[in-house]
């Protein structure tokens, strides 16, 4: 899931650090009640939203919307079933369907084409492409409407990646399942698993993202995990070794939010809000001005300061602190100006015009983001599958308003 515009509010916790290197059981990461969990989390002393709030969720080319009335709008590819219609036809929706119910309280996407939602009870559900497990539900069917999860917990926050998912029940404890033949799933093994499993002994984490084939998290007190496929250094561990077991990043930096959304990380520094980038570099999609990967975290765009960051793919997205909407990598995928044009973008750049947004995030070869007190969402780049949702297959250079039901 895209996590929300993280701005640090500045409550104070009253629990104790948690020691980098120490997995143990700990208790809900609200800041000893002063911060409101779900919606927020207690990060490095501070309470920091954690995503749950977002109404806009991203997959491969296809894109979801919660609405003000709780139910959910879909749109773009359907080859999968993703868009929840009863139907794995390959047909694009360039206008959005809701789909059935209207008591959803969250909704989640990443890198691959299911989605996952949450409704009022709390119960898991997913739709799409199952083949590996990713949606819970105890198979490996694809599923065309959504369907309940195989499980009893009773959920918080949900992360959906490609291949593989992630969620936290209501204490901030993680639990994943689907593909893990890169340990993505951090059980210390390479087996699947189709319904939710336990990670790290119960060990109680504030925010967490799921990619391609790996998985990254951050604990109470910012310090940041990961593990899965390392073979681009996306782990951040100074080395391109997978890890089947939840490891801690090489830094002493303290972070409040991150995105593993595809081939490489990127978080946000607490306090100074500095963004640093990890991991595949192929575009240009770290901002670091080359095409080298890192395997450790690297600075990035020294003198901006970020309240939101989200990778994909082939790019990255974010919004500075003035509420601009920046991105960069893959230019066909990050959305620019002239979408005719696909050179990479090696440094990040203003995407869109004007200030005032509030989240941002790409598809495959579009993006979409949310602007203050403006609904619907914005989307613009390229429409081949009707991913930007304006009734047609028109590619936008600009932000265009969604057809909403």
Known sequence: MGLAVVAI???????PALAVGVITVDGPPDCGGRCAWPAEACVSELCVPTGRENPLAFAHNANCFRTRADNIACWGANEWGQIGQGSDMPVSYATPRLLPRNDWISIAGGAGTNFLALDRTNRLWGWGLNSEGALGTGDTTNKFVPTLAKTSLKWAVLHA???????????GRLYCWGRNVNGELGIGSQARRTEPVGVANG???SLASVGWGHT?????????????????GQLGLGHNDQRSLPEPVMTTIKFQQLSAHG??????????????CWGDNRDGKLGTGDQQL???????????????????RASTCGITAERQAWCWGGNYQAGSPDVEDPTDVMLPMQAAPDNGWREIGSGHSHVCGMKEGVDPPLCWGR??????????????????????P
């Open 161 to 171: 990646g490609s291949g593989h998912s992630c969620g936290q029940d209501q204490r």
């Open 263 to 276: 081939l490489h990380t990127c978080a946000i520094e607490v306090g100074t809000q500095r963004l640093w």
């Open 294 to 312: 890192r395997n450790l975290p690297t600075l990035i765009a020294p003198t901006q300061r970020w309240v939101q960051v989200r990778t994909s």
């Open 9 to 15: 509010v500045g409550s104070a916790c009253s629990e």
């Open 383 to 404: 429409a081949p599958q009707g991913q930007l949702g304006q009734g047609g297959f028109r590619d936008e250079p600009l932000p265009m308003p969604v057809l909403l």
């Open 216 to 232: 990254c998290a951050i604990t109470q007190d910012g310090s940041p995990w990961c593990w899965g496929r390392n073979t681009e």
């Open 203 to 205: 060990r109680v984490w």
